[in-house]
Nanobody
Framework: QVQLVESGGGLVQAGGSLRLSCSAS????????MGWFRQAPGKEREFVAASRWSSFSVYDEYYANSVKGRFTISRDNAKNTVSLQMNSLKPEDTAIYYCAASRVQLAAQRLRTPSAYDYWGQGTQVTVSS
């Protein structure tokens, strides 16, 4: 049984930082895509960042425009984890953050779409106060 478990959410002031982690069990995702999405109250789930296997040990990173330059996604295949370092946080970053993973490799044009992912974590709350 595949499980994704997020940790690291919390309350932070604007301008602060948080690091989210997602631990996967049940299978490895070293040759597919792992990503982060978020959902604010009353809004649809939106893409935040993804790490897509490219070749050998190379992974391409993808970011939403709203977080580019502030957030960094990274993965540790030995530990089967993916992390999201979030800096310069803004109140509009407040949301539940979800870790996601695909069962097979995704085309780059699909990885921003929630329905392309097969596995999801339960989510972790991030609240940024002004």
């Amino acid at each position: 049984q595949v499980q994704l478990v997020e940790s690291g959410g919390g309350l932070v002031q604007a301008g602060g930082s948080l690091r989210l982690s997602c631990s996967a069990s049940g299978r490895t995702f070293s040759a597919t895509v792992m990503g982060w999405f978020r959902q604010a109250p009353g809004k649809e789930r939106e893409f935040v960042a993804a790490s897509r296997w490219s070749s050998f040990s190379v992974y391409d990173e993808y970011y939403a425009n709203s977080v580019k330059g502030r957030f960094t996604i990274s993965r540790d295949n030995a530990k089967n984890t993916v992390s999201l370092q979030m800096n310069s946080l803004k109140p509009e970053d407040t949301a539940i953050y979800y870790c996601a993973a695909s069962r097979v490799q995704l085309a780059a044009q699909r990885l921003r779409t929630p329905s392309a992912y097969d596995y999801w974590g339960q989510g972790t709350q991030v609240t940024v106060s002004s």
